[in-house]
């Protein structure tokens, strides 16, 4: 039998040509709690850009010789441009749970005491807002909340 014939054959030849093709992925794909109200500004002729921070948890265990591990957090930085910006601007608030999927880009600056500091943010691409909206003051109780410009599809009911 071929080697490239057998299904561990072909996954081989998939990958030889996936490393050829491909030489880096930078994405980045988070789900946590919005630490702070956005801030939010405009740049070049209204262009929007926002940024806030996003707390992700690994929860606390114990190890089978009883040691606590307690939780850990992670502050992340993000970043949003334009539409999504402008999105983030009307409904995002602090304390929402947020889906985000992005890219990493670092910059460096030199602080007020002359030490070079470096920021990591996550460019984000995509947004999904995963906490329930709120209802507007006057709004009858009952009547949804739409908090994107996007049409709601049946997905956006499924409970995960």
Request: one cysteine or more.
């Amino acid at each position: 039998m071929n080697l490239f014939c057998s299904p561990l054959g072909l996954l081989y030849l998939c990958s030889f040509k996936l490393k050829r093709i491909v030489m880096s992925v930078n994405k980045v794909i988070l789900i946590g709690n919005v630490g702070r109200e956005p801030n939010v500004r405009y740049i070049d002729r209204d262009v929007a850009v926002a940024s806030l921070s996003l707390a992700t948890s690994d929860r606390a265990y114990s190890l089978p010789n009883g040691t606590q591990v307690p939780e850990r957090t992670e502050w992340h930085n993000l970043v949003f441009w334009r539409g999504l910006a402008q999105t983030v601007e009307k409904y995002v608030h602090k304390g929402d749970k947020l889906y985000v999927e992005g890219s990493i880009h670092s910059r460096s600056y030199d602080d007020q005491n002359g030490v070079r500091r470096t920021v990591v943010e996550i460019w984000v691409d995509n947004m999904e807002m995963l906490s329930r909206q709120q209802q507007p003051t006057g709004q009858p109780a009952g009547q949804p909340v739409q908090p994107t410009a996007q049409p709601a599809t049946p997905d956006d009911q499924v409970p995960f």
